[in-house]
């Protein structure tokens, strides 16, 4: 079992930015990616960013690319989540999760929620306009 912590969500105007970050634990040789997703109230939990821990590669969904960056720092555990030029549309309780997925994001696995086996409790960011 893998263990996750999120913090550094925060309330923010438009085009502001936040860094979220996420500690890993545990049985981390039983994980292969890390990935950030995010859900709004009435909303499906989408995928974000996910970033593959042999290698260092990371994936960005196209929803946010050019604004959202993942990163990791392997002494820390821990992988981040640069948001940019925030919108008020990227408000949602973000999560960051791990998995065993396959290799290359093959066919978008990277960002389906259900390729992701442990998940963190989430961090809040409210973006007004």
């Known amino acids: 079992e893998v263990q996750l912590v999120e913090s550094g969500g925060a309330s923010v105007q438009a085009g502001g930015s936040l860094r979220l970050s996420c500690v890993v634990s545990?049985?981390?040789?039983?994980?292969?990616?890390v990935g950030w997703f995010r859900q709004a109230p009435g909303k499906g939990r989408e995928g974000v960013a996910s970033?593959?821990?042999?290698?260092?590669?990371?994936y960005v969904a196209d929803s946010v690319k050019g604004r959202f960056a993942i990163s990791r720092d392997n002494a820390e555990n821990t992988v981040y989540l640069q948001l940019n030029t925030l919108k008020a549309e990227d408000s949602a309780m973000y999560y960051c999760?791990?998995?065993?997925?396959?290799?290359?994001?093959?066919?978008?696995?990277?960002?389906?929620?259900?390729?992701?086996?442990?998940w963190g409790q989430g961090t809040q960011v409210t973006v007004s306009p």
């Open positions: 545990g049985l981390l040789h039983t994980i292969n990616h």
């Open positions: 999760a791990a998995g065993f997925l396959a290799l290359n994001c093959y066919q978008g696995a990277c960002f389906r929620p259900d390729e992701y086996t442990d």
């Open positions: 970033l593959y821990t042999g290698s260092g590669r990371t």
